[in-house]
């Protein structure tokens, strides 16, 4: 019976360690910022109806989830078809899941592999937990040859001003 009790302890002291020492975090009303053109587009809401991220240390997943808006689907596919001669397609609700590589109080790094047809993908997530800055690292390898982009997303602290936080970071 002793030994009952302390297998029962046991366990029971393993399960609320490990609740305590995980985390999710949400991280939501966010908006983008693309370093290829010197703009502010989709800080208006223009571009996302929900743009979120979904930090689970417990699980080691970091997760973004997107709902763009019908006008944003619109114009990127009637631009895309001008210059492709074909529709885009964009989905109105996508979710991907990253690995998380590193995490602490303040970061969070997470990454994943996607493969298309006829190239491959890695994107890398940075997160910066206190000013909710989010930098999203693409590279893209078309035949042999690697493209990188970054997109930095901006999410508000309760109702926190984006274009400020903008400010501040490159002083624009």
């Not at 910022?33 to 800080?43: A, I, P």
């Not at 743009?51 to 895309?80: A, G, P, W």
């Not at 993908?121 to 909710?132: A, F, M, S, T, Y």
Request: charged share 30%; aromatic share 8%; hydrophobic share 30%.
């Amino acid at each position: 019976m002793k030994k009952i009790i302390q297998l029962f302890s046991l366990i029971l002291f393993l399960i609320i360690t490990t609740i305590s020492h995980s985390k999710v975090i949400t991280i939501t009303n966010c908006s983008a910022w693309n370093d290829q053109k010197d703009s502010l587009r989709g800080l208006s809401k223009e571009m996302h109806e929900k743009n979120e991220f979904i930090v689970d240390t417990n699980r080691k997943l970091l997760e973004h989830n997107s709902i763009l808006t019908d006008q944003y689907i619109k114009n990127t596919n009637e631009m895309f078809k001008k210059n492709h001669g074909k529709d885009l397609n964009l989905s109105k609700i996508n979710s991907r899941e990253y690995q998380i590589e590193y995490s602490d109080n303040k970061f969070v790094k997470a990454s994943t592999d996607v493969k298309y047809s006829n190239w491959n993908q890695k994107e890398i997530i940075e997160v910066n937990l206190n000013d909710k800055l989010i930098s999203k690292t693409t590279e893209e390898i078309i035949n042999g040859s690697t493209h990188r982009h970054q997109l930095y997303s901006f999410c508000s602290k309760n109702g926190d001003n984006n274009k400020d936080l903008l400010k501040k970071i490159i002083g624009k």
